[in-house]
């Protein structure tokens, strides 16, 4: 074959092979955008160590192609269960995939202050194991205080009153309410039977305003506190009088 002959030849294959490659690359792109996924994403900025409510995120479709490594997926509504209630570990932007290393789960090492609802102070306080053993967290209780008084005949007096009504509670122990599977529910509660060998008391996670709080915490240093676990729904503020032992007997 004469050089003449063969120069084009070469281009043109060459042409050809270009053309091949372009084509595969368009039809894989094509292949991969028709392979959608659906993914989470917040609908608004997630703050870092804030907890993730249901309404914060939504599922959005993008092709495969695009799915970061390790973003949450969407396939049924069961899989919000997955992000609903973590807590974020870093600030995630409104519109970015959310991924299992952004969240962590709701618990002691994601830190209380990620429970406290703005404008209220979290207070804890020590009750005794059995008592820690019926509450759970976000159930609502009242706090009672019993103190030694002076009463108008000037005699000392053993009496209890109530001090605080409906405080929601955030947390009894290391439970702050966080979805777990069976597997890590097991282990939480071994830890917290190991715990309770070694005491007979459980921390209770209060949510106080700060005014509150600072009864709570007078309170505290000169009597004794009780806490009682209140109805749900019930967030009536009761006319409570002062118990003693001289209205007990009459």
Do not use: W
């Amino acid at each position: 074959m004469k050089k003449g002959i063969l120069l084009p030849v070469v281009v043109a294959i060459l042409a050809a092979f270009v053309y091949a490659m372009i084509v595969s690359s368009a039809e894989k792109k094509l292949n991969a955008s028709k392979n959608i996924k659906q993914v989470f994403v917040p609908v608004r900025d997630i703050k870092e160590r804030e907890v993730i409510k249901r309404d914060y995120i939504k599922p959005v479709p993008v092709p495969a192609a695009y799915l970061q490594k390790d973003a949450f997926t969407y396939t049924t509504d069961a899989d919000f269960k997955a992000i609903e209630n973590a807590v974020a570990r870093i600030q995630i932007p409104k519109g970015n995939q959310i991924s299992k290393y952004a969240v962590t789960s709701l618990s002691p090492e994601a830190g209380l202050s990620s429970k406290i609802p703005v404008q209220m102070r979290g207070f804890i306080i020590n009750v005794p194991m059995s008592t820690a053993t019926m509450i759970k967290p976000d159930d609502n209780i009242d706090v009672l205080v019993t103190l030694e008084a002076v009463m108008k005949s000037g005699a000392r007096q053993r009496v209890t009153f109530t001090l605080l009504q409906n405080v929601k509670v955030l947390g009894v122990g290391s439970n702050l309410g966080q979805g777990l599977d069976a597997k890590s529910a097991d282990a939480m509660q071994n830890k917290e039977e190991d715990a309770a060998a070694y005491s007979d008391s459980s921390a209770l996670s209060l949510a106080l305003s700060p005014r509150d709080a600072q009864y709570l915490a007078l309170a505290q240093a000169e009597g004794d506190i009780s806490v009682i676990l209140r109805s749900h729904g019930d967030v009536t503020n009761y006319l409570m009088e002062v118990a003693t032992f001289d209205k007990l007997f009459q």
